[in-house]
């Protein structure tokens, strides 16, 4: 590892991956460091839901345009992380039914194209819906694989010169006369140091503690939530009610015999250990069930949990599910440190974004370009060129831990066609290679 890069980002979830590619496309020396694995954290236990927006629209709107936003960005630049399957919001109440209208003209001021669908038409393309709908619009909701989008982004990082340590947690933020100078950190080869001019602290519901390390405090309100997995095909879209953000709302057929429902809202003290209870499960069930009664009966083979990263504000907002999904940029120097960054909350569907205006709030003090980089950006057609880079990173040993395992060994295996076109050429390079 070299001992000076211009910035480091802590945290691997899909805001650190993306502000790594962002800040390696502007041609910045970044090294991203993760305490445990890439997408560890809540990104890789998330509901894998690309968000069309709609589920914001009337109450959070500024989410919601963001969501529609980034959706189409993603889907333009990591097709094969992503799966149209289009989303159905769904009345089953009078109550619902009244919703209806104010929803399609919410999505219509966000810019979400909706369209009303007949329940005659719903029941057919979606058998296992309850005889009780009602009415149902249709929104571009999808489904997105965090993982396979955190690494193919990290790749094409890579083929531009990032680092990245797995299994490095950063102890201390050097700050000297009001500059970030550095970082401290360990990792399971010891405690090493690193000079830098500038951090980008992405450490989603743990960047309160990030913040800590370089004497600063960031409040952020930690909302777990839980999710449970069905072991069956029960839709082929994603079926969410048609009421305001609430428990038990989604319905998402993540994979061929996998349908992952959920999710529930509460404050959580412990970041380690979320309690994950049978009484979300029940939650979940009951809610979701009215609207795919097959849920009930075919019930959860795992729950798992994770923690949204809300914005505190105001110390008062207590109602987890009303507290906006956009995101904030803290810039410290406003604290006095210069060269520190934080962003808080946010959607997985929104990552890029707001790990752009990360970078772009960083960049200005560091004086490289700011503007739009990773918006087109394609993961998934590399360059012969970008390769044999990528080749060479690993080879050079700047990729640490079983990310560097796993990329080694897609080479040689199916997994690489399944996590990464992006693979395909570095076989052939190989193979050349091996071939003299
Ligand atoms: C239940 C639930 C369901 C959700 N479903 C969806 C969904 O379907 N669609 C959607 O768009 N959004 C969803 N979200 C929101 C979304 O998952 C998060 O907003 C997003 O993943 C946060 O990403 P992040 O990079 O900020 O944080 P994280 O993914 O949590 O990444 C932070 C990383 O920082 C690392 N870290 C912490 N401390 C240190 C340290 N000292 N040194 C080094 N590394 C450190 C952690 O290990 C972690 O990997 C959901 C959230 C929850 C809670």
New binding site residues.
Partial sequence: MRDYYDVVV???????VFATLDLALRGASVLL????RI??????R??????SGARYATTDPKAAEECIKENRILTEIAPHCIRDVGGFFVSVSPEEEEYHHQLVSSCKRAGIPSTDVDVDLLRTLEPNITPKARSAILVPDKVVYARDLAYSALLVALSKGASVVEG???ERIRVEGGQVTGVEAFSSSGFFKLRCRGVVN?????CG??AKKAGLSVEVIP???V?GVASASLTRHIINRMRPPSDGDIIVPYAAGATIA??TAKLTEDLERIEVGEEDAEIILQECGEVVPALREVGFSRLY?????LIAKNGGETDLREMTRSFEIIDHSEEGVEGFVT?VG????T?RLIAENAVNTIARHLGIPTGSFTDKTRLNHPSKEEAKDIRAALEAGEVVGQLRTMIDESLETIDGERYWSLLLPLVFAKRIGERG
């Fill in positions: 802590v945290g691997g979830g899909i805001v650190g460091l993760e305490r445990r997408c560890s954290g809540t990104s890789g998330s509901h894998g839901m690309l968000h490095a947690s950063v992405a450490a989603g519901p743990w503690e990030v909302a777990a939530g999710m959920g999710t949990a994770s923690v949204r990263p962003a946010g959607k997985l569907t990552g």
